[in-house]
């Protein structure tokens, strides 16, 4: 069983910044789609990015193009979302998934993801 734990969510001003990192202890995601979901209060789980295990392509959600960036860190065998220019829609808890899926895509498909992590919560405000 493959335990997601994450971390560097927080509290952070509009066009602030964060960082978050997910780690696999004692696992290599070196074979595993990433993707990374964010949940609103009263809102649906929604797939935010990811990026695939063979050649590292990535996606992202119109919402979140051009300032958010999916990345594999094979040293610490983690997966991180560096977040940039947040707005207060990006409020809520991110949660990192792994899908048993080793290919040149990926996906956000809440159903497919076969671990998940306990989630952190990420607050935008003034």
């Known amino acids: 069983q493959v335990q997601l734990v994450e971390s560097g969510g927080g509290f952070v001003q509009p066009g602030g910044s964060l960082t978050l990192s997910c780690k696999a202890p004692g696992y290599s995601l070196s074979y595993y789609g990433m993707a990374w979901f964010r949940q609103a209060p009263g809102k649906e789980r929604e797939g935010v990015s990811c990026i695939a295990s063979m050649d590292g392509s990535t996606y992202y959600t119109d919402s979140v193009k051009g300032r958010f960036t999916i990345s594999r860190h094979s040293a610490n065998h983690s997966v991180s979302l560096q977040m940039n220019g947040l707005k207060p829609e990006d409020t809520g808890v991110y949660f990192c998934?792994?899908?048993?899926?080793?290919?040149?895509?990926?996906?956000?498909?809440?159903?497919?993801?076969?671990?998940w992590g306990k989630g952190t919560q990420v607050t935008v405000s003034e």
């Open positions: 998934a792994a899908e048993m899926r080793h290919g040149r895509s990926c996906r956000t498909d809440p159903s497919g993801m076969a671990y």
